[in-house]
């Protein structure tokens, strides 16, 4: 039996190697996103070298949830090797202590890493990714009115016997506000009869409230008006499930949200999948580290084989394609949210275990 001081030692190790890896990869995006997005937005009027330190900050944590995964691949592998060179291991097989003992301060390790990601890194990257947004739409108003029929989102009202078709540059406040939208009032025979494009577009009650708008019927010049209205009977809750994305929704407020758009009859699918998809992140990480044991705890005179150490990367690349694809099947609402979410991980964690069961116990 591996006493308290024992595992506490190999807790430490796992912990500090992976707050390591965060802190680098965290310093890497950040420097990748910050020269991405000064290269994309230095010619812009408003840019400032601020701006763009502030917008990636922001954006940074949103990032490094999705890499979660990934680092608790690599820490697992980096914590066994080292074990392994510095011949800890060896000791504790000779000792009598198991596979399975050595490997449950790290498997501990990665079940609170995935807990904090979910409960403190999710709502600020939600928060930040928002206002990230908020920014960078700022800095682009004005650029250019210009709506792409095949970037931007669209939905489709009828209201007061009237179709009006809405798309926007940017969905920003979880749907509620859009950033250089326009609104095309259309006919009985599908024609357009009015466009209205607006800087700044918010959902009120009944209607839309537009700001800085340029209005024109048929083929005249546009009429430039400060503010304007257009009806709608659109409410908060449909307008979010069909244009916010559920990554901007922090993890507590996803219940409350599911629940009100399945009681105006929405599937809400989007956001169930994200919500079992953090439910599922802290098992995830567990099975991460059980791929990782199963191709570093094997010791080798002359160090790892190269070989067995990038099928361990392998195999948690394929597991987290194979998690994102599964995803779409359940925002698409081919496959049940809550199956989409944990069949990967039930998987993953059945393979890790039979794998060592295999290799420890024959």
Known sequence: MMGWTLGRYFFVRYSAITAWFFVGILALVFLIDFTEFSSRTSGLPGFTFQTALTVSALRVPMIMLQTVPFIALFAAMATLISLNRKYELVIARSAGISAWQFLLPACIGALLFGILSVVLLNPIAAHGFSRSEILESRLRSGESNQVSAFSAPWIRQKANNVDTI???????NQGLELSDAVFFEIDADGDIVERKDAKRAYLRDGYWELNDVKR?????????L???????????????ERLARPETIPFFDLPSKIEVAR????????????????????????????????????FARMGQSATMILGGVLAGFLLYVVSVLVKAFGNAGFVPPFVAAWLPVVVALFFGVTFLLYKEDG
């Open 166 to 172: 809405i798309g926007a540059r940017a969905i920003l």
């Open 216 to 224: 024109s019927r048929g083929g005249g010049a546009a009429e430039s």
């Open 226 to 240: 400060a503010q304007d209205r257009v009806a709608t009977n659109l409410k908060p809750e449909f307008v979010q």
């Open 263 to 298: 009681s105006f009859g929405l599937r809400a699918n989007a956001f169930a999948m994200q919500f079992h998809s953090l439910l599922a992140l802290p098992p995830l990480l567990v099975a991460m580290t059980l791929i990782a044991a199963t191709v570093s705890m094997r």
